[in-house]
T-cell receptor, first 110, second 116 residues
């Protein structure tokens, strides 16, 4: 079956640095992609999304890049803060059904 | 923003009993609700999709007779874990979506189920 995966299981960054979290997907029929943040014991929190007809979208301190040619999705967090420490999941959507990637833990060093 | 609640937030039960988890959309009508299961340090796995007033669609490998889903109204879906066993212990998360071309899903806070 098709799957969504992440390249790295953990990422440690210095406070104030930029973070880049990468994700590979394999379902070429996916038309919508989302990044979620999940803190321990809580449900996923929406960060940013992007439609398949776009290649870049910016939010507050976050940017999502989509490369459909190589089926790659990335999340960039500017000026990473301690509050950004969490597990991050990419998810792809086809016909409103979400498939989540494996998740990566972002750890911010003070 | 859209708010989804779950109740209870955590539950401990004895093996063989049944547990009901509620998922409510508080400020919008959810035409579709989704139930996910998450094991520690793992990703979310979709269990089933339910549309208001119709039977749920279960993912492959999910026992529909064990995980009963009811979506009786546009603001409430329930997941009942029947005859729970320790291996059913997990974090159960629901999400809800309304109308719209991409149907963004809004997630609940999750329910931690522990079966003794």
């Amino acid at each position: 079956g098709e799957s969504v995966g992440l390249h790295l299981p953990t990422l440690s960054v210095q406070e104030g640095d930029n973070s880049i979290i990468n994700c590979a997907y394999s379902n070429s029929a996916s038309d919508y992609f989302i990044w979620y943040k999940q803190e321990s014991g809580k449900g996923p929190q929406f960060i940013i999304d992007i439609r398949s007809n776009m290649d870049k979208r910016q939010g507050q301190r976050v940017t999502v890049l989509l490369n459909k040619t190589v089926k790659h999705l990335s999340l960039q967090i500017a000026a990473t803060q301690p509050g950004d420490s969490a597990v991050y999941f990419c998810a792809e959507s086809e016909n409103s059904k979400l498939t989540f990637g494996k998740g990566i833990t972002l750890s911010v060093r003070p | 923003g859209a708010v989804v609640s779950q109740h209870p937030s955590r539950v401990i039960c004895k093996s063989g009993t049944s547990v009901k988890i509620e998922c409510r959309s508080l400020d919008f009508q959810a035409t579709t609700m989704f139930w996910y299961r998450q094991f520690p340090k793992k990703s979310l796995m979709l269990m089933a999709t339910s549309n208001e007033g119709s039977k749920a669609t279960y993912e492959q490998g999910v026992e529909k007779d064990k995980f009963l889903i009811n979506h009786a109204s546009l603001t409430l879906s329930t997941l009942t874990v029947t005859s729970a066993h320790p291996e059913d212990s997990s974090f159960y998360i629901c999400s809800a979506s309304g109308t719209g071309s991409y149907n963004e899903q809004f997630f609940g806070p999750g329910t931690r189920l522990t079966v003794l």
